[in-house]
């Protein structure tokens, strides 16, 4: 609270005094040094944060242009919104310090004052033992509760009562540092939404997401039509050539038409076989049906190079995560196929709390890059539309490390 007053006071005094000023001109250095002051208030209050709250606060502050100009940087400042979430938690910090110290204060000194009641109770007018109460305790022949005007207070005339009073002062104390900790919590969570995060730049993140959301179904629906016109389309077509074939030769060549209906028929598992995999490519039935240890073990089976699996998914994530957690491992281990040059890899997936983590290891040479285009770029959209994160490390000489964060709320 006293931190509190301090900030409003400032705020209020300086902003009041530079915009009432600024028709002189005068105003103007007094709301540039106001914009350092809140930035030096925050920096008192994420060091306080840090010490009292153990919470790192980042500062989300835009970078400075180049100071070529002297009014370049206090206008990039200015209209940062950093500043101006920052100034608002200033405010907010009186109002805010009045309630918690009110709160607290109160809990602490209730239920002290009942759990040492006995200790300065003498020296308490009889037989009004708490001064200016609104509740009367009358006991006797019929026990009842009195509501008074105030100026009145607890009547108390037995042992019983003392000993009742101080329990609940016990109960008090008890459950004071559990409010104290609420209130605590709900202080960290306006700090580090307040001061450390950049509202604008997360309206923009999301906007990325979302477009690369729209982009990533555009471009698997352009591959799926891809694939169906150059391969199932391809073979159907050679399909009903043969069949058609057969079907002229079938009364004057016989033996030739069964050639040409033997040629369809492994056409046909040709066909099949490729539209089980297009399938597959766009949402295997054995992750829909098992999950993703079945699916991530039958794509290690399949990989030209040894893959070990290690699943630890106590809850299935949705289907959604399932699937990028799928694709961001398939994806992998055809690169290290590919480009790799690796022995063996290691697919490690694992489910903490609201978060999913996927990493892929494997011995090659290392080298990997997100490239715009590439495999890789296209996972990271991929993840980033479901507003996760991808990390790849991979140093000349390797190891090669792919790791992904999705979240997965249940």
């Not at 009432?20 to 209050?45: N, Q």
Request: proline share 6%.
């Amino acid at each position: 609270m006293p931190i509190g007053i301090a900030t409003f006071t400032i705020v209020v005094t300086g902003f009041a005094l530079g915009f009432g000023l600024l028709i002189t001109l005068l105003g103007i250095p007094i709301l540039v040094a106001m914009l350092y002051v809140s930035r030096g208030m925050g920096w008192f209050e994420r060091g306080r944060a840090k010490l009292l709250l153990d919470v790192d606060v980042p500062r989300p502050y835009r970078a400075d242009p180049p100071s070529d100009h002297w009014w370049r940087v206090p206008v990039s400042r200015l209209t940062d919104p950093a500043t101006w979430t920052e100034i608002v938690y200033h405010l907010l910090l009186l109002p805010i310090g009045v309630f918690t110290f009110t709160v607290a204060l109160t809990f602490w000194v209730l239920g002290a004052s009942l759990l040492f009641l006995p200790v300065y109770a003498w020296a308490l007018p009889h037989p009004v033992h708490a001064v200016d109460s609104w509740v009367k305790v009358t006991l006797g022949a019929q026990p009842h509760l009195e509501l008074l005007g105030g100026g009145n207070g607890w009547v108390i005339d037995t042992p019983i009562e003392y000993v009742a009073l101080v329990l609940i002062g016990a109960v008090i104390l008890l459950l004071t540092p559990w409010i104290v900790r609420g209130l605590a919590t709900a202080n960290r969570y306006l700090v580090r939404g307040l001061l450390g995060s950049d509202v604008f730049a997360r309206v923009q993140t999301l906007t990325n997401s979302r477009a690369a959301a729209v982009d990533l179904a555009a471009e698997d629906r352009r591959r799926i039509e891809r694939d169906l016109h150059d391969g199932v389309q391809q073979r159907l077509v050679s399909l009903a050539i043969d069949l058609g074939r057969a079907k002229e030769k079938l009364d004057t060549d016989p033996e030739r038409a069964k050639e040409l209906v033997g040629e369809a028929h492994e056409e046909a598992k040709r066909a099949i076989s490729e539209v089980r995999d297009l399938a597959r490519g766009i949402h295997p039935a054995v992750l829909t049906d098992r999950g993703l240890d079945a699916a991530l073990s039958s794509l290690a089976a399949r990989s030209p190079v040894p893959a070990d699996v290690h699943v630890d998914v106590a809850e299935r994530p949705p289907a959604s995560v399932e699937a990028a957690a799928y694709f961001v491992v398939s994806e992998a281990l055809a690169n290290v196929a590919k480009h790799a040059q690796a022995t063996r890899a290691d697919v490690t997936l694992r489910r903490s709390g609201d978060r999913l983590t996927v990493k892929v290891e494997d011995d090659g040479v290392g080298g990997a890059s997100l490239v715009e285009g590439s495999g890789l770029a296209g996972l990271r959209d991929r993840v980033g539309a479901l507003d996760g994160e991808l990390h790849l490390l991979s140093p000349r000489g390797g190891p090669t490390v792919l790791m992904v964060e999705i979240p997965c709320g249940s």
